[in-house]
Nanobody
Framework: QVQLVESGGGLVQAGGSLRLSCAAS????????MGWFRQAPGKEREFVAA????????VYADSVKGRFTISRDNAKRTVYLQMNSLKPEDTAIYYC????????????????????WGQGTQVTVSS
């Protein structure tokens, strides 16, 4: 059984930074692409960033490009999301997710391509 546990959320002022972590257990972590998504109140879940299993490719939503950085440590079975220059519109619950395929050549932006999800961590950015 795969478990994904996010941590690192909190309350921060606009312009500040947070680093989210997602620790994975269960099936082999190093062969799976990983993604971060977020969901604000009253809105649909949206893609934030994703990283290939080999860390050779990263993809970002336009809204976070240049401010957020996704990375992974396969030895620690952990994926990270460094968030800088935070804005009030970044306020949401942030979820990490694991690709349903191993060694996938494509880094997906669609939630349906991920089959395991964490419980989420709240990020609140005050103005």
């Amino acid at each position: 059984q795969v478990q994904l546990v996010e941590s690192g959320g909190g309350l921060v002022q606009a312009g500040g930074s947070l680093r989210l972590s997602c620790a994975a257990s269960g099936r082999t972590f190093s062969t799976r692409n990983m993604g971060w998504f977020r969901q604000a109140p009253g809105k649909e879940r949206e893609f934030v960033a994703a990283i290939k299993w080999s860390a050779s490719l990263t993809v970002y939503a336009d809204s976070v490009k240049g401010r957020f950085t996704i990375s992974r440590d396969n030895a620690k079975r952990t994926v990270y999301l460094q968030m800088n220059s935070l804005k009030p519109e970044d306020t949401a619950i942030y979820y990490c997710a694991q690709d349903r395929e191993s060694y996938s050549a494509l880094v997906h932006k669609t939630p349906a391509e991920y089959d395991y999800w964490g419980q989420g961590t709240q990020v609140t950015v005050s103005s």
